[in-house]
């Protein structure tokens, strides 16, 4: 079974920090992109960021560019997404995408 399970969200302060983690199993993860999405309240989807399969490029959506770094852990089956100098206007649910399938999500707010 593919799955897709990610931590690391919560609340944090405007420029604050937080790094997300996506576990994947039941596929070839050393074989696929990988890509986080976003959805803030009330809004559609947001493509966030990629990382190709052996992680040697990296594409950013142009609102987090120069904020957020994705990288890829093939020893632990892991993506990651640091998010640094955050904005209310971060404030969504995170997902993990990959082989067609997505993860449940984790909230990231950014409030004082």
């Known amino acids: 079974e593919v799955q897709l399970v990610e931590s690391g969200g919560g609340l944090v302060q405007p420029g604050g920090s937080l790094r997300l983690s996506c576990a994947a199993s039941?596929?070839?993860?050393?074989?696929?992109?990988m890509s986080w999405v976003r959805q803030a309240p009330g809004k559609g989807l947001e493509w966030v960021s990629g990382?190709?399969?052996?992680?040697?490029?990296?594409t950013y959506g142009d609102s987090v560019k120069g904020r957020f770094t994705i990288s890829r852990d093939h020893a632990k089956n892991t993506v990651y997404l640091q998010m640094t100098n955050l904005k209310p206007a971060d404030t969504a649910v995170y997902y993990c995408?990959?082989?067609?399938?997505w993860g449940q999500g984790a909230q990231v707010s950014v409030s004082s």
């Open positions: 990382i190709n399969s052996d992680g040697g490029r990296t």
């Open positions: 995408y990959a082989f067609s399938t």
């Open positions: 039941g596929f070839a993860f050393g074989s696929y992109d």
